[in-house]
């Protein structure tokens, strides 16, 4: 692009900006001359140096690395959490030469490593040449959940390596059909052929549910339980669970949310329902934590098998998102046979187009379940016409402290 200089101050010969009302729409018109703009390294030159639009342009130049190198700023908290730094210097600041000799490496690498984490706001550098907790890594020192998900994504990862190929693998059936399209995916036969993630979560690989082994079911079992914490809370926060009388959770694992629900409302009876092994798991866990008198524990298949009556509420958190739309109705209708009439059922998982939480959603959660093999990350608005076509009436989102962790929508079973 012509341009009469690329000195501070002197701006590139940009064409004029179309009117509105122009042939082709004005805002239309405006996004392309806004585009040109903005690929223009003449442009980009003369914004980088202009002192008003020089903050602007530094922003996005940051915001750009970031994305290229966030890759790596992953792996350098994946090592602090595999290191246990973060718990080392929790008990107090540590040098580099006290960390390198616990974490058996050299004083080198682990000022690299410190000095990368100072760099992401993780550590902070302390007088004395010590190294103690930054706003970032102080969450990962109580916070089981966030460091088990952390450690969790080096699973991700893998699967992650080729995007392109992980893309074109995922096409066609591979999740199903939407309400109404016919060719619906739904069988073995449709899912991941088995990168890690599907081996991680074998339901997802194929097996049949109700078949799977208690050594199966164990690590993301575990992983559930620790990071279930992470969505519970946002329920608990948003919805006055003391109206029920008793709740089903369905998909509920090792127990981990009604474990919290019970905390939260000390006369709500609780029921649970997984596959055979997951519930056997949350029979002993909640058994341990007292609470084997106030539960009943049901083991099945929730596509095959009739869910348990007798709850006024059925919970699904991050139960949907795992499933294509026509298994995802199909889960809901289950529950709302289970339901009595004016019966609520409460949906809660990250979901996509929420403001604040847009990258969550439609970035991070979409390609994680691509690369696990099934589901989809859904907008509350599709949720809402998912529980409609499932039976369900006035479906409601209930806004939740923060949307980054869960979304909740409520919808009332008929005939209250």
Known sequence: MPTTSTKAGTRPQDEAIPAAGSPGGWR?????????????????RWASAFPLTRPIARRRAQALFDLMAGFVYSQVLLACVQLRVFDEVAERPRTAEELATRAAMTPESMRRLLDAAVSLRLLERRRGGVYGLGPLGAPLVEDDAIGSMVRHHAVLYADLRDPVELLRAGS??????????????????SRASGGAMARYWPYADGQQPGQLTDEQVAEYSALMHASHPLVAHEVLAA????????????????????????????????????????????????AAAGLAARTATHGGDFLRDPLPTGADLVTLVRVLFDHPDERAVAILRAVRRALPA???????????????????????????LLAMGRGQS??????????????????TVVPTPMPLQASVIVATSPGS
């Open 28 to 44: 239309e018109r405006w996004q392309r001359w806004r585009d040109a703009r903005l690929a223009s390294a003449a442009f980009r």
């Open 172 to 189: 066609g059936e591979r999740f199903g059909a939407g309400l109404g399209r016919p060719g619906a995916a739904g069988g073995a036969d």
């Open 239 to 286: 919805y006055p669970l003391r109206r029920h009388r008793c709740v089903l959770d369905v998909g509920g694992g090792e127990g981990r949310f009604l474990s919290l629900v019970a905390e939260a409302a000390p006369d709500l009876r609780l029921m649970l329902f997984d596959l055979p092994a997951v519930a056997e798991r949350a029979r002993l866990r909640l």
């Open 342 to 368: 004016g019966g609520t059922v409460l949906v809660a998982e990250p979901m996509g187009g929420v403001r604040g939480a847009e990258r969550m959603g439609d970035a991070y959660y979409s390609f994680y």
């Open 378 to 395: 859904r907008t509350p608005e599709r949720h809402a016409q998912l529980l409609r076509a499932a039976g369900f009436e006035r479906p």
